[in-house]
């Protein structure tokens, strides 16, 4: 059984380190890192950023709880569910992560702000879960023999509640409650207690600003290019914070004190740039957009020489928001992504982003892309104004929406790392929304 256990705790030493999200010696002072994965095949395309103008993601709450104020305004209701082959490196067939999620608009209302003026504000709720299957390993004795098998998995599920707010900016926030359980074992390894199960509650809260800047500074020279072509172009600045699982300590063994969660900041930056065209029948058509972020991520912990750790009281942890967010440096004990996206016609998206973790030695390239129902029927009205003012088609092209999308994480065959499981890493989703 020890020896069966030692192997457990090899895979999951070589699966965490691996993770996008946690710098290499996070992977050492922290315990339940399979929570900062991401089920989202679109922020996994996007070297793991959030985009600038681009909020429909059902998953978005998952990565950035003032995500889901953003999916409130723009759909009545949005749920997803992804699959990712985990480790492909491994060749083992039942490593796999999947998540589903659910979110809906809670509520729309007004807020009295200032001179008799009033800030539109829309209220979300939603959930998610996701689980890590880590297979079957057979179990033995100490001595070799067999005693079967038994499976290994870990799962976590949150109910997120946020907000987002318009006056003159908008301004995205909330606050996700979660519950994680790890089972790595039916029991401890020679004579070891505890049962190898491990649960533990926490919460993530996130905030997000975006700033449609031709609007704010120079609308008159928007609504000009609007007259003369119909397109309505936009500019856009967004800035996002969160800090996720934060929480107490866990412990697989009752006698062996707790290791941290992976509480982890988050910070980005991203620019945008849209195009729209106005369909009377069934609301604005997004011809072209077209974003960029960089972002930076800590895990918020210290590990002592003398074993004990604490969290970190900055919430930024190590980031320097000047010279490693505003100037793109890096110090070195941080992880680095950049993301980007072009959309067309509502229809295609192509995304890409980098990897780079200096103190993990990890570095690659993500890439995927998108299909949107959505598009095909706003070219099809676009071309046929009777067919989309039609009552039944009409309905179907104001309210339903179905999104396909997908990524992968790969590494340059020229590389050192070229070997590392986390290389061909691929992630399928599926989206359905009802504005």
Known sequence: ?????????????????????????????????????????????????????????????????????????????????????????????????????????????????????????TYGLGAHTVYLDLGKTQQTDEQGHSLGSFHSWETASAVTFGAMMEHR??????????????????????????????????????????APLLSLVAKPLADRVETWSRLRPELLAAYSYTQNNIGGKVSFNSNAPGDPLPRTAITSLGIGAELTYPLREIGPWKIFSVSASTQASDVLVKR???????????PLGDIGFV?????????????????????LLDLIYVRAGD????????????????????????????????????????????HLDIEFDTSSWDIKLTSPNYNNPVNHTHTDMLTLRYK
């Open 323 to 343: 010279h490693d967010i505003v100037l793109g440096g890096a110090n070195g004990k941080i992880v680095r992504d950049y993301g980007y996206e072009i959309e």
């Open 1 to 121: 059984m020890k020896l069966t256990l030692l192997c457990i705790l090899s895979l999951l030493t070589l699966l965490t380190c691996a993770l996008p999200a946690v710098a290499a010696d996070g992977v050492s002072q922290a315990t339940f890192l399979f929570l900062t994965l991401s089920p989202s095949a679109q922020v996994n395309a996007r070297g793991f950023n959030l985009a600038a103008g681009s909020y429909e993601d059902p998953f978005g709450a998952v990565y950035n709880p003032g995500a889901i104020g953003f999916m409130a305004k723009q759909n009545r209701f949005s749920g997803g569910g992804s699959d990712m082959q985990w480790l492909p490196g491994f060749n083992l067939s039942g490593l796999h992560y999947r998540g589903f999620a659910a979110n809906l608009r809670f509520a729309s209302d007004t807020l009295p702000m200032f001179l008799g003026m009033r800030a539109p504000i």
């Open 169 to 210: 900016v908008r301004v995205g926030f909330g606050i996700s409650g979660q519950w994680a359980y790890s089972n790595l074992s039916p029991s401890g390894a020679g004579a070891e207690s505890g049962t190898n199960h491990a649960s533990a509650v926490m919460l993530d809260a996130g905030l997000i600003v975006e």
């Open 355 to 398: 990897h780079r973790d200096r103190l993990g030695n990890v570095f690659y390239h993500t890439s995927g892309f998108g299909f949107r129902l959505t598009g095909v029927f706003k070219a099809m009205t676009w071309g046929d104004p009777v067919f989309g003012s039609q009552s039944g088609v009409a309905a179907v092209l104001r």
């Open 304 to 314: 002592h020489p003398n074993g004990a750790s604490e969290y970190k009281l900055n």
